[in-house]
């Protein structure tokens, strides 16, 4: 008992000495959260506020909740917004969930270092993990993969754990390594990339065992389902949309490795040296080598005074999962450095062995007592790790710098929790300055200003003149935009609309302007007064949808706040309860329902404009398309079914085939390969 007291005191004092580094390593960085650190901060921020923690917000329901998370799933961002409401919503007081994150990888990977071999291999993991340069720069950096990282290790050690043959198979190890799976997909869907070894070998060892153990893992896979199902149900669309994007649009717009290229399987591998360290590498790998040559003869595991010898099956497991992660990790199309955090601890449990090895050979061939006392390994370990981590996060503190994004938002009435809501067109897209730590920023202490980009393409340039009120724009450098953005900027100067009221000095040479719109520039009708008839324009089907989405991109930039929902609902509604056959307030209800994802509520007025409208197929497509995204395949199969009766339209085919695949019905893949291409097709030459 007192040994073990001991043991998870020192991993008490890793965890403290790691995170007050951490702290004054973020006391003294002064730049700005970039782009995906600002988007992650605003999602924790905006989840903090639908729970009604943080000034600004209110709970609104579940509906609202999982509005704000329709590509990445919302775990991380409810924990980080509930830590942000607590420690403040600066970048380095909203920082300190990653140092939380971090003491569930630490307690995690000692767990199961103990699982593996014993105390010697779980405190020298534990002190390696706190100071790689790869898990240090992730504490450094408000990504999700931190807290990926510390949740897949938790799942590993507790599925393991389930699979040990001899403490293994019990049903409070199988609750407990569900919940942890499904922790972990909840945090990021990338982490089915390594779970998922981990769970074939977990099934195909529950199959061995017997009835007892395969009721474990489909009781198991119900609690991650049931867990899962609620966000993905709400979201499913965007998240495929949003996956398709992140994984393979942007593994062709990077230039990323094909998948049958040698490139590609040396991706990851060649990153390890700079991830972990040199000197930590080196030692690790030979002395794992030492490990496997003369173990057998010499080195017999007897003559160490370690209390646990390894445990073979632990070890199994650990290389099992380790190998079939980093295939799958290297298949998956999008490279990046940090995507591969999540088996560096993994690698460092094996590292750790092999440091282990070297002091079982001195132990025994050179006879020094002073290799028989585990801290000094521990000691040789940490002066081995400490320069590398030290001049890495001095490299990083260099990279800093604060631009004018703070005086930018204060200028424009942001980070003020009596300012009205407003939203601000983001031209330039730098690191420095953008669209979400412009959105950050300008809502820190309750404030209603965000930030949102236009002019990726020609066409935003006629809404923006028409309807923008603050805009920023770029002197010099715009940044990672497309050339129309320079048109727009262009216009935005010689339109007259707009007056400037401060320039703002750049870091690195040039500067950014604030612009707002003019009192005496003209002002068209608001777009709550289009919106019906744009709504209208649904019942001729892919011309009017073609409209719908061109318009919708430029209004949800220029009204980030989507405040135009509530006044086209009040009015349509008004028409409604006095005239409930209303056909342009029924396509108004429709569409407005569809585009604030609430498909149950879109598709009871799409089944009212079907009886409107007996002789136009669209409300009926319309209606089995909503019910499809609503997960309600035979109910859409059945509405397609019925109006293909009254309507010939491939649409309407392609639809009912596709429900009835979605809903199982797999002998209806014949005929959904020949009519869904067909519908395709059909929508194509109609919207030309």
């Known amino acids: 008992m007192k040994t073990t007291f001991q043991f998870w005191t020192f991993i008490l004092l890793i965890w403290l000495l790691s995170t007050g580094l951490d702290r004054l390593w973020w006391d003294n960085y002064s730049g700005l959260p970039s782009w995906d650190q600002?988007?992650?901060?605003?999602?924790?921020?905006?989840?903090?506020?639908?729970?009604?923690?943080?000034?600004?917000?209110?709970?609104?329901?579940?509906?609202?909740?999982?509005?704000?998370?329709?590509?990445?799933?919302?775990?991380?961002?409810?924990?980080?917004?509930?830590?942000?409401?607590?420690?403040?919503?600066?970048?380095?007081?909203?920082?300190?969930?990653?140092?939380?994150?971090?003491?569930?990888?630490?307690?995690?990977?000692?767990?199961?270092?103990?699982?593996?071999?014993?105390?010697?291999?779980?405190?020298?993991?534990?002190?390696?993990?706190?100071?790689?340069?790869?898990?240090l720069e992730l504490r450094s950096d408000?990504?999700?993969?931190?807290?990926?990282?510390?949740?897949?290790?938790?799942?590993?050690?507790?599925?393991?754990?389930?699979?040990?043959?001899?403490?293994?198979?019990?049903?409070?190890?199988?609750?407990?390594?569900?919940?942890s799976c499904?922790?972990?997909?909840?945090?990021?869907?990338?982490?089915?990339?390594?779970?998922?070894?981990?769970?074939?070998?977990?099934t195909v060892i529950a199959i061995r065992k017997g009835s007892s153990s395969i009721l474990q893992v489909f009781t198991g896979l119900g609690l991650v389902l049931f867990s899962v199902i609620p966000w993905l149900k709400h979201n499913w669309i965007t998240t495929i949309g949003g996956t398709n994007r992140a994984v393979f649009e942007s593994a062709v717009k990077e230039g990323d490795p094909s998948l049958l290229s040698l490139d590609n399987w040396i991706w990851y591998p060649r990153l390890i040296p700079g991830q972990v360290g040199w000197l930590l590498l080196v030692i690790g790998i030979s002395g794992a080598l030492l490990l496997l040559l003369f173990r057998p003869k010499k080195l017999l595991l007897q003559k160490s005074n370690i209390p646990f010898n390894d445990n073979k099956q632990a070890w199994q497991w650990l290389l099992v999962v380790l190998v079939g992660s980093w295939v799958l990790t290297s298949i998956n199309p999008n490279k990046g450095?940090?995507?591969?955090?999540?088996?560096?601890?993994?690698l460092i449990l094996c590292l750790s062995r092999g440091w282990i090895q070297w002091r079982l050979w001195g132990e025994s061939y050179l006879k020094r007592n002073s290799f028989k006392e585990f801290p000094f390994v521990l000691i040789v370990g940490l002066l081995a790790t400490l320069p590398t981590a030290w001049s890495s996060q001095t490299a990083l503190l260099k990279k800093g710098g604060r631009g004018p994004l703070e005086e930018i938002v204060k200028t424009a009435g942001g980070a003020n929790p009596n300012s009205a809501k407003t939203t601000v067109i983001v031209v330039p897209s730098t690191p420095d300055l953008n669209q979400h730590n412009v959105s950050y920023?300008?809502?820190?202490?309750?404030?209603?200003?965000?930030?949102?980009?236009?002019?990726?393409?020609?066409?935003?340039?006629?809404?923006?003149?028409?309807?923008?009120?603050?805009?920023?724009?770029a002197e010099g450098e715009l940044g990672s935009v497309r050339s129309s953005a320079i048109e727009l900027d262009k216009a935005v100067r010689m339109s007259g609309f707009f007056e400037k009221l401060k320039s703002f000095p750049r870091k690195n040479g040039g500067s950014y302007s604030l612009w707002k719109r003019r009192k005496d520039a003209p002002i068209p009708k608001s777009f709550s007064e289009n919106f019906p008839n744009l709504a209208i324009g649904l019942e001729q089907g892919p011309k009017g949808l073609?409209?719908?989405?061109?318009?919708?991109?430029?209004?949800?930039?220029?009204?980030g706040h989507m405040q135009y929902r509530i006044e086209v609902r009040q009015v349509a509604l008004k028409l409604l309860a006095k005239n409930p056959e209303d056909i342009k307030a029924r396509w108004t209800m429709a569409l407005v329902e569809a585009l604030a994802n609430r498909p149950k509520e879109a598709a009871t007025h799409f089944a009212v404009l079907e009886e409107l409208l007996p002789?136009?197929?669209?409300?009926?497509?319309?209606?089995?398309?909503?019910?499809?995204?609503?997960?309600?395949?035979?109910?859409?199969?059945?509405?397609?079914?019925?109006?293909?009766?009254?309507?010939?339209?491939?649409?309407?085919?392609?639809?009912?085939?596709?429900?009835?695949?979605?809903?199982?019905?797999?002998?209806?893949?014949?005929?959904a390969s020949k009519s869904i291409p067909l519908a395709i097709r059909h929508i194509e030459d109609r919207s030309n």
């Open 38 to 135: 600002a988007d992650y901060l605003n999602s924790a921020l905006d989840h903090g506020r639908a729970l009604g923690l943080i000034q600004g917000g209110q709970w609104h329901g579940w509906g609202a909740l999982l509005d704000l998370s329709p590509k990445i799933p919302p775990l991380a961002s409810l924990i980080n917004g509930s830590i942000i409401a607590i420690a403040g919503d600066s970048p380095s007081q909203a920082a300190w969930s990653l140092s939380i994150w971090n003491g569930v990888l630490l307690v995690s990977v000692a767990a199961w270092g103990l699982c593996l071999r014993g105390k010697d291999l779980a405190l020298l993991a534990t002190m390696f993990v706190a100071l790689i340069p790869a898990l």
């Open 142 to 179: 408000y990504v999700l993969e931190m807290p990926l990282t510390a949740l897949i290790t938790l799942s590993l050690w507790r599925l393991g754990c389930w699979c040990d043959p001899n403490k293994g198979g019990k049903w409070i190890q199988a609750i407990f390594a569900s919940i």
């Open 182 to 202: 499904a922790a972990a997909i909840l945090i990021k869907q990338s982490a089915l990339l390594v779970l998922l070894p981990a769970l074939i070998w977990a």
């Open 337 to 346: 450095d940090r995507y591969i955090a999540p088996l560096l601890p993994l």
């Open 441 to 473: 920023f300008g809502r820190r202490n309750g404030g209603s200003l965000v930030g949102r980009q236009l002019g990726s393409n020609i066409n935003d340039i006629e809404p923006l003149l028409s309807h923008g009120q603050w805009v920023i724009l």
């Open 546 to 559: 073609e409209k719908v989405f061109t318009t919708i991109d430029s209004l949800h930039m220029l009204d």
């Open 615 to 671: 002789n136009n197929s669209w409300p009926s497509a319309y209606h089995a398309a909503v019910t499809l995204a609503d997960w309600d395949p035979w109910k859409a199969k059945a509405i397609a079914t019925k109006a293909k009766k009254s309507h010939l339209d491939p649409v309407l085919d392609g639809l009912s085939d596709l429900s009835g695949v979605m809903g199982g019905a797999l002998w209806l893949i014949p005929s």
